[in-house]
Protein backbone atom coordinates (compact mmCIF):
# COMPACT_ATOMS: atom_id res chain seq x y z
CA UNK A 1 0.00 0.00 0.00
CA UNK A 2 1.24 3.26 -0.52
CA UNK A 3 3.08 5.05 2.31
CA UNK A 4 3.91 8.65 2.88
CA UNK A 5 7.34 9.27 4.05
CA UNK A 6 8.72 11.83 6.27
CA UNK A 7 11.99 13.07 6.53
CA UNK A 8 14.15 13.80 8.78
CA UNK A 9 13.14 10.73 10.88
CA UNK A 10 14.33 13.30 13.62
CA UNK A 11 15.05 17.05 14.22
CA UNK A 12 15.99 18.92 16.78
CA UNK A 13 16.56 22.77 17.39
CA UNK A 14 16.01 25.58 19.42
CA UNK A 15 13.11 27.41 20.87
CA UNK A 16 11.99 30.49 18.35
CA UNK A 17 13.82 28.57 15.19
CA UNK A 18 11.40 27.50 12.70
CA UNK A 19 10.95 23.62 11.90
CA UNK A 20 10.06 22.02 8.80
CA UNK A 21 9.40 18.56 8.15
CA UNK A 22 8.81 16.86 4.44
CA UNK A 23 6.64 13.70 3.71
CA UNK A 24 6.85 12.15 -0.01
CA UNK A 25 4.20 9.97 -0.87
CA UNK A 26 3.32 7.48 -4.19
CA UNK A 27 0.50 7.57 -5.38
CA UNK A 28 -2.59 9.89 -6.17
CA UNK A 29 -4.39 11.52 -3.18
CA UNK A 30 -7.20 13.53 -2.79
CA UNK A 31 -5.69 15.35 0.36
CA UNK A 32 -3.02 14.86 2.87
CA UNK A 33 -3.05 15.57 6.65
CA UNK A 34 -0.69 15.87 9.24
CA UNK A 35 -1.03 15.00 12.64
CA UNK A 36 0.82 15.36 16.15
CA UNK A 37 1.66 12.73 19.13
CA UNK A 38 2.74 13.38 21.79
CA UNK A 39 4.95 10.62 23.77
CA UNK A 40 2.75 7.40 24.82
CA UNK A 41 -0.56 9.21 23.45
CA UNK A 42 -3.08 9.67 21.02
CA UNK A 43 -2.55 11.62 17.57
CA UNK A 44 -4.14 14.85 17.21
CA UNK A 45 -5.04 16.27 13.77
CA UNK A 46 -3.33 19.19 12.96
CA UNK A 47 -4.33 20.30 9.49
CA UNK A 48 -5.47 18.95 6.35
CA UNK A 49 -4.36 20.20 2.40
CA UNK A 50 -6.29 19.23 -0.46
CA UNK A 51 -4.92 17.67 -3.74
CA UNK A 52 -6.36 20.79 -5.51
CA UNK A 53 -4.52 22.98 -3.08
CA UNK A 54 -0.69 24.33 -2.67
CA UNK A 55 -0.81 26.47 0.75
CA UNK A 56 -2.47 26.20 3.79
CA UNK A 57 -1.82 28.29 7.14
CA UNK A 58 -3.03 27.61 10.85
CA UNK A 59 -1.51 29.62 13.23
CA UNK A 60 2.06 29.09 13.16
CA UNK A 61 1.46 25.53 11.21
CA UNK A 62 2.15 26.50 7.59
CA UNK A 63 2.01 23.71 4.70
CA UNK A 64 2.66 22.81 1.17
CA UNK A 65 1.52 20.22 -1.34
CA UNK A 66 3.19 19.68 -4.73
CA UNK A 67 1.17 16.97 -6.22
CA UNK A 68 3.71 17.20 -9.24
CA UNK A 69 6.16 15.90 -7.51
CA UNK A 70 3.92 14.15 -4.65
CA UNK A 71 5.68 15.94 -1.68
CA UNK A 72 4.47 17.83 0.96
CA UNK A 73 6.04 20.44 4.17
CA UNK A 74 5.12 21.18 7.37
CA UNK A 75 6.89 24.33 8.59
CA UNK A 76 6.10 24.98 12.66
CA UNK A 77 7.06 28.59 12.64
CA UNK A 78 8.66 30.50 16.24
CA UNK A 79 8.89 27.04 18.05
CA UNK A 80 8.06 26.48 21.61
CA UNK A 81 9.54 23.57 23.94
CA UNK A 82 5.48 22.51 23.79
CA UNK A 83 6.06 21.37 20.49
CA UNK A 84 8.46 18.55 21.02
CA UNK A 85 6.63 15.63 19.37
CA UNK A 86 6.50 13.16 16.40
CA UNK A 87 4.95 14.29 13.42
CA UNK A 88 2.99 11.96 11.11
CA UNK A 89 1.62 12.88 7.23
CA UNK A 90 -1.18 10.62 6.22
CA UNK A 91 -2.73 10.32 2.29
CA UNK A 92 -5.92 8.94 1.67
CA UNK A 93 -5.33 6.82 -1.63
CA UNK A 94 -6.73 8.77 -4.76
CA UNK A 95 -9.34 5.45 -5.22
CA UNK A 96 -10.34 5.36 -1.62
CA UNK A 97 -13.92 7.01 -0.72
CA UNK A 98 -17.06 6.46 0.87
CA UNK A 99 -17.31 2.93 2.53
CA UNK A 100 -13.91 2.20 1.77
CA UNK A 101 -11.82 5.23 3.08
CA UNK A 102 -8.69 4.53 4.87
CA UNK A 103 -5.02 6.84 5.56
CA UNK A 104 -2.26 5.31 5.14
CA UNK A 105 0.68 6.71 7.67
CA UNK A 106 4.25 7.61 7.47
CA UNK A 107 6.78 6.81 9.86
CA UNK A 108 6.85 9.92 11.28
CA UNK A 109 9.49 13.28 12.50
CA UNK A 110 10.58 13.40 16.03
CA UNK A 111 11.30 16.64 16.92
CA UNK A 112 12.51 18.06 19.57
CA UNK A 113 12.51 21.90 20.64
CA UNK A 114 14.90 22.80 23.53
CA UNK A 115 14.39 25.61 25.79
CA UNK B 1 -8.06 12.85 22.65
CA UNK B 2 -11.67 14.30 21.63
CA UNK B 3 -14.77 11.91 22.72
CA UNK B 4 -12.73 8.64 22.47
CA UNK B 5 -12.00 6.12 25.18
CA UNK B 6 -9.97 3.47 25.02
CA UNK B 7 -9.18 0.87 27.83
CA UNK B 8 -7.30 -0.62 29.27
CA UNK B 9 -4.18 1.87 29.03
CA UNK B 10 -1.47 -1.12 29.70
CA UNK B 11 -2.78 -4.79 28.98
CA UNK B 12 -0.59 -7.85 29.64
CA UNK B 13 -1.11 -11.03 27.78
CA UNK B 14 0.06 -14.61 28.43
CA UNK B 15 1.16 -17.16 25.78
CA UNK B 16 -1.84 -18.57 23.88
CA UNK B 17 -3.92 -15.88 25.31
CA UNK B 18 -6.80 -13.72 23.57
CA UNK B 19 -6.67 -10.67 24.97
CA UNK B 20 -9.58 -7.77 23.92
CA UNK B 21 -8.80 -4.10 23.39
CA UNK B 22 -12.05 -1.62 24.41
CA UNK B 23 -12.83 1.62 21.93
CA UNK B 24 -15.57 3.59 23.22
CA UNK B 25 -16.65 6.81 21.23
CA UNK B 26 -19.60 9.38 21.31
CA UNK B 27 -18.93 11.41 19.11
CA UNK B 28 -21.75 9.81 16.57
CA UNK B 29 -19.25 8.73 14.39
CA UNK B 30 -20.16 6.23 11.77
CA UNK B 31 -16.26 5.52 11.09
CA UNK B 32 -14.21 3.43 13.49
CA UNK B 33 -10.19 2.14 12.77
CA UNK B 34 -8.05 0.10 14.84
CA UNK B 35 -4.07 0.67 13.97
CA UNK B 36 -0.90 -0.96 15.41
CA UNK B 37 1.98 1.31 15.80
CA UNK B 38 5.59 0.25 16.85
CA UNK B 39 8.65 1.98 18.62
CA UNK B 40 9.66 4.64 16.08
CA UNK B 41 7.37 3.81 13.32
CA UNK B 42 4.27 4.91 12.01
CA UNK B 43 0.46 3.25 12.37
CA UNK B 44 -0.62 0.40 10.48
CA UNK B 45 -3.92 -0.23 9.63
CA UNK B 46 -5.34 -3.47 11.42
CA UNK B 47 -9.21 -3.21 10.79
CA UNK B 48 -11.92 -0.76 9.63
CA UNK B 49 -15.27 -0.32 9.88
CA UNK B 50 -18.05 2.24 8.11
CA UNK B 51 -21.03 0.86 9.47
CA UNK B 52 -22.34 -1.44 11.98
CA UNK B 53 -22.46 -4.58 11.57
CA UNK B 54 -19.83 -4.24 8.86
CA UNK B 55 -15.54 -4.23 8.77
CA UNK B 56 -12.63 -4.90 6.69
CA UNK B 57 -9.40 -6.05 6.77
CA UNK B 58 -6.46 -3.34 7.04
CA UNK B 59 -2.44 -4.14 5.99
CA UNK B 60 -2.45 -6.56 9.28
CA UNK B 61 -5.43 -8.27 9.81
CA UNK B 62 -3.83 -11.84 10.24
CA UNK B 63 -4.32 -12.38 14.16
CA UNK B 64 -6.77 -9.93 14.93
CA UNK B 65 -10.57 -10.02 15.71
CA UNK B 66 -12.92 -7.25 15.40
CA UNK B 67 -17.02 -6.74 15.94
CA UNK B 68 -19.42 -3.80 15.17
CA UNK B 69 -22.17 -4.36 17.01
CA UNK B 70 -23.20 -0.76 18.20
CA UNK B 71 -22.25 2.06 16.63
CA UNK B 72 -20.52 3.96 19.37
CA UNK B 73 -17.98 0.42 20.23
CA UNK B 74 -15.14 -1.43 18.04
CA UNK B 75 -13.33 -3.42 20.40
CA UNK B 76 -10.56 -5.28 18.87
CA UNK B 77 -9.39 -8.96 19.72
CA UNK B 78 -6.01 -9.92 20.20
CA UNK B 79 -5.96 -13.69 19.06
CA UNK B 80 -3.04 -16.37 20.24
CA UNK B 81 -2.47 -16.82 16.47
CA UNK B 82 -0.71 -13.05 16.66
CA UNK B 83 3.01 -14.11 17.51
CA UNK B 84 4.27 -10.72 18.23
CA UNK B 85 1.27 -8.57 20.09
CA UNK B 86 3.66 -6.38 21.70
CA UNK B 87 2.89 -3.06 20.59
CA UNK B 88 1.32 0.55 20.91
CA UNK B 89 -2.94 0.20 19.85
CA UNK B 90 -4.91 3.18 18.81
CA UNK B 91 -8.28 3.46 17.74
CA UNK B 92 -10.02 6.25 15.87
CA UNK B 93 -13.13 7.44 14.40
CA UNK B 94 -14.35 9.55 11.64
CA UNK B 95 -17.70 10.97 10.59
CA UNK B 96 -19.38 9.72 7.52
CA UNK B 97 -19.41 11.18 4.18
CA UNK B 98 -17.06 14.16 3.11
CA UNK B 99 -15.10 14.74 6.18
CA UNK B 100 -11.65 13.08 6.51
CA UNK B 101 -10.40 13.64 10.09
CA UNK B 102 -9.61 11.33 11.92
CA UNK B 103 -10.36 11.40 15.72
CA UNK B 104 -8.02 9.41 18.36
CA UNK B 105 -8.23 7.53 21.30
CA UNK B 106 -5.30 7.89 24.31
CA UNK B 107 -4.37 4.20 23.08
CA UNK B 108 -3.62 0.74 25.05
CA UNK B 109 -0.04 -0.79 25.18
CA UNK B 110 0.38 -4.69 24.97
CA UNK B 111 2.67 -6.17 26.47
CA UNK B 112 3.40 -10.27 26.93
CA UNK B 113 4.49 -11.62 29.94
Redesign the interface.
Same mark, same amino acid.
Given at each position: ?Q?GEEDPQALSIQEGENATMNCSYKTSI??L?W +?RQNS /?? /????LI?IRSNEREKHSGRLRVTLDTSKKSSSLLITASRAADTASY?C?T?AGDSG #??? +????? #?? #?TLLTVNP | DGGITQSPKYLFRKEGQNVTLSCEQNLNHDAMYWYRQDPGQGLRLIYYSQIVNDFQKGDIAEGYSVSREKKESFPLTVTSAQKNPTAFYLCASKEAGGFETQYFGPGTRLLVL
Open positions: SQNNQ +Y /GR /GLVHLFAD #GSN +YKLTF #GK #G | -
